[in-house]
């Protein structure tokens, strides 16, 4: 079973830029695809990107379309989510995750999640 941790979080300003990075143990990582949720307070956990076992399938959810980049890095067990010309109703904790292959939106097919990290953009 593949653990995730997560880092990169933060605070930045409206228009601002954030990478979060997602550190896979377990040597199974590569027969994965990856994927990024994220809940907001009061909200359920929403689908932002996925992406494929070698990264060349990737999904974004409309709202972060042309903002946010999904890639993985499988010889170094990552997943990464580029962040830009973000939005205050970006704001909320980021969910990296892991599924089986396949395209999937649904966090009930989530095999493995992250911890989580804030991400708050002040407006």
């Known amino acids: 079973q593949v653990q995730l941790v997560e880092t990169g979080g933060g605070l930045v300003q409206v228009g601002g830029s954030l990478r979060l990075s997602c550190a896979a143990s377990?040597?199974?990582?590569?027969?994965?695809?990856g994927a990024w949720f994220r809940q907001a307070p009061g909200k359920d956990r929403e689908f932002v990107a996925h992406?494929?076992?070698?990264?060349?399938?990737?999904y974004y959810a409309d709202s972060v379309k042309g903002r946010f980049t999904c890639s993985r890095d499988n010889a170094k067990n990552t997943l990464y989510l580029q962040m830009s010309s973000l939005k205050p109703e970006d704001t909320a904790v980021y969910y990296c995750?892991?599924?089986?292959?396949?395209?999937?939106?649904?966090?009930?097919?989530?095999?493995?999640w992250g911890q989580g990290t804030q991400v708050t953009v002040s407006s």
């Open positions: 995750a892991v599924t089986d292959p396949g395209y999937t939106s649904s966090p009930d097919m989530v095999r493995s």
């Open positions: 377990g040597r199974t990582f590569s027969n994965y695809a």
């Open positions: 992406i494929s076992t070698r990264g060349g399938s990737i």
